[in-house]
Nanobody, 112 residues
């Protein structure tokens, strides 16, 4: 069983940056894909980005060119660097270990 703990969220002005971290602990057997999802108020949870064991990455169109996902395998941590933040990026961000292990989520608020 893998446990995921997110950190690094908070309040930032539009145009600013934040880096989210997802620390994983427990058994990693079978875990090959890690990702970040987000859920804005009144909306469904959506994929933001994912990274594979081979470091292949994929991004939602809304964040391409602004967000970067990376992982430090020595620290069992996945990061989401978010630059040029927009008010529409405001959401609770969740770390995911595919297919169905989730962190509790962390709030990111971008003020205009």
């Amino acid at each position: 069983q893998v446990q995921l703990v997110e950190s690094g969220g908070g309040l930032v002005q539009a145009g600013g940056s934040l880096r989210l971290s997802c620390a994983a602990s427990g058994s990693f057997f079978g875990i090959t894909v890690m990702g970040w999802y987000r859920q804005a108020p009144g909306k469904e949870r959506e994929l933001v980005a994912f990274i594979t064991a081979g470091d292949r990455t994929n991004y939602a169109d809304a964040v391409k060119g602004r967000f970067t996902i990376s992982r430090d395998k020595t620290k069992n941590t996945v990061y989401l660097q978010m630059n040029s933040l927009k008010p529409e990026d405001t959401a609770v961000y969740y770390c995911n270990a595919a297919p169905a292990t989730w962190g509790k989520g962390i709030l990111v608020t971008v003020s205009s």
